[in-house]
């Protein structure tokens, strides 16, 4: 692929040929963004060679920069990957359209209906790492919510992005839509993100999916606003009132079912009331998976093999087999502690207190809380969105896993017979 001279020029033509083509995806029927989609997942099917062709280039040059084995196991594309990649199209052509939808519509004396209708965002600006996958899942959710994307996948994966993005614009063009509907930047050039990040006249929303550097990278330096979460600090609170065989699938399951996802638990709280008989099972449980524990001074007292936690413990994200643990007083102690210390993506109470339970589900501030269940849940596909675009911890937009209403938004609509303000 030949370098391109002048990337703030490129950018710019990007960026125009994206808010034309969200004019005309806006307004496209719920019909011809399913043919769109369906024919990109037959595409991929059909593509598949070339796929993994693709794939095993970007493997071997990403071996002799020496990425890691996480890096290299994100990147690689298998035929059971790309036939997954298939599948999350059709599935996203058969969630329901989310655009135009109208809502809470009321009579007022007046006479006239006042409601709301669910619109697109406009043009939406992708930034991720390594897995390729992620392509066909942006294109996919930024289509059926009606908006045009510009997709800047990493370098690592170029030629993989590049022969996805090619199967991409044929289901646009065999469903009669703009191409530039979704565009891959064919670039690695930095200054490409940098251009990205500060066309608010092209772009309406950033959404950055990668690594703290990079996150922070986009949050500090973006004209645009950003959809995004930083850190993945996710705690399971074992509470009192805890079943113990709950409490056990539950930590297991959030802690070491993957280590390296945003929703693994990294926070471990007990209530002190069944810390002796509990805890010493749960530590037995992790430790036979290889997982270090960091603790206070209560857990340490009752597993001598754990590590002394530090301050720092309680905030960290480890993405590791290591799992930091409190022994808290109980329920008002664990909010406090969560509250402070958690980066608001997801957590989880223990409990058969119904009380507690819903005092957890109002009080704990994070995107995501959960009841007797695995942090591992928080998804958009478990939480019946489809594929998702991302997670928010933001307050403002949207919060939590976003899937297709996360990328649209609302208008205050009114429908009248002739009336008139007096």
Known sequence: MKPIDDITAYMENLGRAARAASRLTA???????????????????????????????????????????????????????VEAMAQGLEQVAQLPDPVGEITDLKRRPSGIQVGKMRVPLGV???????????????????????????LRGGKEALRANQAIAACVRTGLKAAGLPETAVQVIETTDRAAVGSLITMPEYVDVIVPR???????????????????????????????????????????????????????????????????????????MLTAKGVEIRGCAETRALL????????????????????????VAGLDEA????????????????????????RFLREVDSSSVMVNASTRFADGFEYGLGAEIGISTDKIHARGPVGLDGLTSQKWIVLGNGEVRS
Request: aromatic letters at 4%; hydrophobic letters at 45%.
């Open 335 to 358: 909010i406090e502690h969560i509250n402070r210390y958690s980066s608001q993506h997801t957590e989880a109470i223990v409990s058969e207190n119904y009380t507690h339970a819903m």
């Open 27 to 81: 307004a496209a029927s719920t019909a011809a963004k399913n043919a769109a989609l369906l024919e990109m997942a037959r595409q991929i099917r059909a593509q598949q060679d070339a796929l993994l062709a693709a794939n095993a280039a970007d493997l071997a040059e990403a071996r002799t920069n020496g990425l890691d084995a996480a890096l290299i196991d994100r990147l690689t594309l298998t035929a059971k990957s």
């Open 210 to 284: 990668g690594g703290k550097g990079l996150i922070e990278r986009i949050s500090k330096e973006a004209r645009v606003p950003v959809i995004k979460h930083l850190d993945g600090n996710c705690h399971v609170y074992v509470d009192e009132a805890a079943d113990p065989e709950k409490a056990l699938n539950i930590v297991d399951n959030a802690k070491t079912q993957r280590y390296g996802t945003c929703n693994t638990a990294e926070s471990l709280l007990v209530a002190r009331a069944v810390a002796t008989t509990l805890l010493p099972r749960i530590a037995a």
């Open 124 to 150: 939406i600006g992708i930034i991720y790492e390594a897995r390729p996958n992620v392509t066909a899942d942006a294109a996919a959710l930024c289509l059926k919510s009606g908006n045009a994307a510009i």
């Open 304 to 327: 001598p093999n754990a590590k002394e936690a530090t301050e720092q413990d309680w905030y960290e994200e480890y993405l590791a087999p290591i799992i930091a643990v409190k022994v």
